[in-house]
T-cell receptor, first 113, second 114 residues
Framework: KAGVTQTPRYLIKTRGQQVTLSCSPI?????VSWYQQTPGQGLQFLFE???????NKGNFPGRFSGRQFSNSRSEMNVSTLELGDSALYLC????????????FGPGTRLTVL | AQSVTQPDIHITVSEGASLELRCNYS??????LFWYVQSPGQGLQLLLK??????LVQGIKGFEAEFKRSQSSFNLRKPSVHWSDAAEYFC????????????FGKGTKLSVKP
């Protein structure tokens, strides 16, 4: 099976712009989670989608949003970018086994100038 | 609130030496427990997991971890480290019944001396 894929891998934006990141889960996985990784805060949970519905949300401002499509692919959007949004954004997918075993993609490195 | 502590930010071991990376968690019940590894510029790879049952779990690449309920710990071990094990290691906790939200420790960076 192909793993989790994320596009683009690298992105450079300027403050005030918006950005959309994409994630394709492992085939058959219906849950997609997003995490932000920074040197200072580490790995922090953004939100999780299952069957096109957001089931769980971390403690991030409303500028961070996401959605999931009927084929389980997911996108996350960050509006009005700030310098502090520079991070590695990781997507993970899991099956519906209930054990929360997540498989991660390679991430999208976002740099905000 | 749940939390995960990895007390060692950076560890250096010699190739061939044994390794133990520490992980302590704070959680009201027995959570799901995971160890992930991340190489520079890469995503996270699952090394092993604990859900229930035998408290000593085996993972990939020769790693194992032991769940100790009394100590709220889930330490990762490897009897003989290889240079290719140099990476950052993350312990994570998942809440039973709550999908999609893993809580991670800050990570331990492992360096391997030749």
């Amino acid at each position: 099976k192909a793993g989790v894929t994320q596009t683009p891998r690298y992105l450079i934006k300027t403050r005030g712009q918006q950005v959309t990141l994409s994630c394709s889960p492992i085939s058959g996985h219906r849950s997609v989670s997003w995490y932000q990784q920074t040197p200072g805060q580490g790995l922090q949970f953004l939100f999780e989608y299952f069957s096109e519905t957001q089931r769980n949300k971390g403690n991030f401002p409303g500028r961070f949003s996401g959605r999931q499509f009927s084929n389980s692919r997911s996108e996350m959007n960050v509006s009005t970018l700030e310098l502090g949004d520079s991070a590695l954004y990781l997507c993970a997918s899991s099956s519906t086994s209930g054990y929360n075993e997540q498989f991660f993609g390679p991430g999208t490195r976002l740099t905000v100038l | 609130a749940q939390s995960v502590t990895q007390p060692d930010i950076h560890i250096t071991v010699s190739e061939g030496a044994s390794l133990e990376l520490r992980c302590n968690y704070s959680y009201g019940a027995t959570p799901y427990l995971f160890w992930y590894v991340q190489s520079p510029g890469q995503g996270l790879q699952l090394l092993l997991k604990y859900f229930s049952g035998d408290t000593l779990v085996q993972g990939i690449k020769g790693f194992e971890a032991e769940f100790k309920r009394s100590q709220s710990s889930f330490n990762l071990r490897k009897p003989s480290v290889h240079w290719s094990d140099a990476a950052e290691y993350f312990c994570a906790v998942g809440e039973r019944g709550s999908q999609g939200n893993l809580i991670f420790g800050k990570g331990t960076k492992l360096s391997v001396k030749p």
